[in-house]
T-cell receptor, first 112, second 111 residues
Framework: DGGITQSPKYLFRKEGQNVTLSCEQN?????MYWYRQDPGQGLRLIYY???????QKGDIAEGYSVSREKKESFPLTVTSAQKNPTAFYLC???????????FGQGTRLTVV | DAKTTQPNSMESNEEEPVHLPCNHS???????IHWYRQLPSQGPEYVIH???SNVNNRMASLAIAEDRKSSTLILHRATLRDAAVYYC????????????FGKGTKLSVKP
């Protein structure tokens, strides 16, 4: 089945450690996105990529890094510089910025 | 970036129509209007999107004002499964496109 897959669903890390969240899509979409969601809040854009080897910062990129070496993959690294990393992270993809986006089921990251 | 304004919450009765409003007074000519909904602990789900004309699909209808400064998502017969947070989002056309979410409207559906 075509879709977008995030792994793992739950992730626990110690404070000060970097952690990488996986996002893979087999929809042949050019655009991919990472969002962060805090309890009771909407989604905030971290990074997005319209094409391989290119990505743009969103509203809250500080403390995060991404890569887009392959069309189907857009991993997000939460670095130790991110001051409050505990959150629900959502990845999405679309054919373009004007087309509908498909979301993964999210990764809930808890930093202790 | 153009912003959207939605009511924090709305209530509806099951099997009645629901009209979810969205204001986007600073919308530009190339901005598309998207609607997504999100159930708890899940990723958002696409509902509908449009540019200028009203749109219909199997899930909902989208009514866009003539000046494009507001739009309304219409669920023709609400069911309990329609209870979710509904987001109205603008995205720019072309290579600049990305989706900026607000806080959305939490829709409750009463049996």
């Amino acid at each position: 089945d075509g879709g977008i897959t995030q792994s793992p669903k739950y992730l626990f890390r110690k404070e000060g450690q970097n952690v990488t969240l996986s996002c893979e899509q087999n929809l042949n979409h050019d655009a991919m996105y990472w969002y962060r969601q805090d309890p009771g809040q909407g989604l905030r854009l971290i990074y997005y990529s319209q094409i391989v080897n290119d990505f743009q910062k969103g509203d809250i990129a500080e403390g995060y890094s991404v890569s887009r070496e392959k069309k189907e993959s857009f991993p997000l690294t939460v670095t130790s510089a991110q001051k409050n990393p505990t959150a629900f992270y959502l990845c999405a993809s679309s054919r373009s910025g004007t087309e509908k986006a498909f979301f993964g089921q999210g990764t809930r990251l808890t930093v202790v | 970036d153009a912003k959207t304004t939605q009511p924090n919450s709305m209530e509806s009765n099951e099997e009645e129509p629901v009209h979810l409003p969205c204001n986007h007074s600073t919308i530009s000519g190339t901005d598309y209007i998207h609607w997504y909904r999100q159930l708890p602990s899940q990723g958002p789900e696409y509902v509908i999107h449009g540019l200028t004309s009203n749109v219909n699909n199997r899930m909902a209808s989208l009514a866009i004002a003539e000046d494009r400064k507001s739009s309304t998502l219409i669920l023709h017969r609400a069911t309990l499964r329609d209870a979710a947070v509904y987001y109205c989002i603008l995205s720019k056309g072309g290579s600049q496109g990305n989706l900026i979410f607000g806080k959305g409207t939490k829709l409750s559906v009463k049996p």
